[in-house]
Nanobody
Framework: QVQLVESGGGSVQAGGSLRLSCAAS????????MEWFRQAPGKEREGVAA?????????TDSVKGRFTISKDNAKNTLYLYLQMNSLKPDDTAMYYC?????????????????????WGQGTQVSVSS
């Protein structure tokens, strides 16, 4: 059973930084995609940054140059990170970690939410001006 647990959210002022973490357990396929999504009140869930098992990455245009997605394989747990720099009030949202097995990234496209079937509970990021 795949489990995803996010941490690292918080409140910062514009221009500040935060690092989100997601601990993923139960992934058995050597090919997978993992992605950070965010959802602000009244808005649709948006893909922010994705990475696959080979380390290919993709980002939505609004975060390119500011956010960096990375991963680290530990013994029985995969850790997904999102380093967020130069944060803006528009980055305020609940951030979710998602995973999908038997998946690879291509063409710089950020997969959509319906392509994932494993989700974490979310962590809140609030950026004040």
């Amino acid at each position: 059973q795949v489990q995803l647990v996010e941490s690292g959210g918080g409140s910062v002022q514009a221009g500040g930084s935060l690092r989100l973490s997601c601990a993923a357990s139960g992934l058995t396929n050597s090919m997978y995609c993992m992605e950070w999504f965010r959802q602000a009140p009244g808005k649709e869930r948006e893909g922010v940054a994705a990475i696959d098992a080979a380390g290919r990455t993709s980002y939505t245009d609004s975060v390119k140059g500011r956010f960096t997605i990375s991963k680290d394989n530990a013994k029985n747990t995969l850790y997904l990170y999102l380093q967020m720099n130069s944060l803006k009030p528009d980055d305020t949202a609940m951030y979710y970690c998602a995973a999908q097995e038997a998946c690879t990234l291509g063409g710089g496209i950020v997969p959509q939410a319906f392509e994932y079937n494993h989700w974490g509970q979310g962590t809140q990021v609030s950026v004040s001006s």
